[in-house]
């Protein structure tokens, strides 16, 4: 097995994070620091971060959160503002988030210590897409909704064409296959409006549904909802 997957499967991070752990010369296979990407794992190899043994996980968890507003997506906080772990009991607590939403939005995350389904979550090439209920503070006319619609240029960077939809007063379900900082408030923005509530309502095939704000659930399926 390619280092990098064997880090993942140890739930070190997504295959792009634990390959910058190679990179910087954190990782020691049989007590010799590696930096070789293309080394193959053997069940009798040592492999050690930041001086601990790393193994595969046994059981794969995944579970999806409807995270309230004012959480934020991190394991701890310095200011002693809330954390999605305060939601959590003990057992989930090892989990890493997949993604992240807004520490002013809500809706779903998933949760999981699976690196390699992870990374297919939020990697750009897989174009994942995610549904957003936006709850604007200012109409919005037809053409602003066409406009988002075949991409808006946000911080010089035009984005993929997005699917929009009305479904209430000042009410917009939008769907995009990006993951850039604050998208869909920048966006909505750059038309002329705000957005007062954002809500991830859907993951690929996974809907939040009925989930309460603050519940969560294991997923029992995960592979057939990306």
Not at 39 to 54: A, C, N, P, R, Y
Not at 176 to 201: D, P
Not at 213 to 224: A, M, R, S, T, Y
């Amino acid at each position: 097995m390619r280092i990098n997957k064997f880090l993942a499967n140890c739930n070190l991070g997504s295959r792009r994070k634990v390959e910058e752990f190679i990179k910087d010369g954190d990782i020691k296979v049989n007590g010799k620091i590696c930096t070789n990407l293309g080394t193959q794992i053997i069940e009798e190899d040592i492999v050690e971060f930041e001086g601990k043994k790393l193994s595969p996980d046994g059981e794969k968890i995944y579970l999806a959160l409807n995270k309230p507003k004012e959480y934020l997506v991190t394991k701890e906080d310095t200011h002693g503002r809330r954390t999605i772990y305060s939601l959590l009991p003990d057992k989930y607590q090892n989990l890493k988030y997949v993604g992240r939403i807004d520490y002013d939005s809500e809706g779903l995350l998933f949760m999981t210590n699976d690196g390699d389904w992870a990374n297919k979550v939020t990697h750009p090439k897989y174009k994942l897409p995610k549904t957003y209920e936006v709850m604007l503070n200012k109409a919005i006319s037809p053409q602003n909704i066409e406009k988002l619609r075949n991409g808006i240029v946000i911080e010089g960077q035009k984005t993929l064409p997005a699917r929009v939809k009305e479904v209430g007063k000042n009410r917009l379900h939008m769907t995009i296959s990006e993951g850039r900082k604050r998208q869909i408030r920048l966006m909505i923005q750059a038309v002329g409006s705000g957005t007062y509530n954002l809500k991830r309502i859907q993951i690929g095939k996974f809907r939040l549904g009925n989930l309460k704000l603050g519940n969560f659930k294991e997923i029992k399926n995960p592979k057939n909802l990306i």
